[in-house]
C-alpha cells in the first residue's frame, strides 16, 4: 500500500494605501497624448517661434517647459539644456517598453481596458 504524498504551497504578496489623500491632492497619471510625447497642454500662454513655453513663474523664469536631458553641456558654473519644441518629445526618444508598462498599469488606457 503506497501513501500519497501532498503538498500545497500558496503565497500572497500586496500593498494597500490607507493613508486618506490631502483635500486638494490628487494623483495624476498621463493622457494619451502625453503617453504619445506630446505635452503641449502643459503650456498653458502657448510657445514663441523658437517652441519655448511662454508661461512664466512671478520670478520670470520658464516653467512648464520640457528639455531633452542628452543636450545638456556645461556652461559656465552651471549647465544648460536645450529644450523640446513646443513640449513634444520625438518618437524616438520615447521608449516603447515603458509606455507599453504604463497603459497596462493606468486605468482607462485602452491596453488596461481589453483585459
Do not use: W
Amino acid at each position: 500500500m503506497a501513501a500519497t504524498k501532498r503538498f500545497f504551497y500558496g503565497t500572497y504578496e500586496g500593498f494597500r494605501r490607507i493613508q486618506p489623500i490631502p483635500a486638494g491632492n490628487f494623483y495624476r497619471v498621463p493622457t494619451a497624448a502625453q503617453l504619445g510625447g506630446d505635452f503641449s497642454a502643459l503650456c498653458q500662454l502657448g510657445f514663441d517661434a523658437a517652441g519655448v513655453c511662454l508661461d512664466r513663474s512671478a520670478g520670470g523664469q520658464v516653467v512648464h517647459q520640457l528639455y531633452n536631458p542628452f543636450t545638456t553641456t556645461a556652461s559656465g558654473s552651471g549647465f544648460v539644456r536645450s529644450p523640446f519644441k513646443n513640449n513634444i518629445i520625438p518618437p524616438g526618444s520615447i521608449d516603447a517598453n515603458a509606455v507599453n508598462f504604463a497603459k497596462g498599469c493606468i486605468p482607462g488606457t485602452p491596453a488596461r481596458e481589453n483585459r
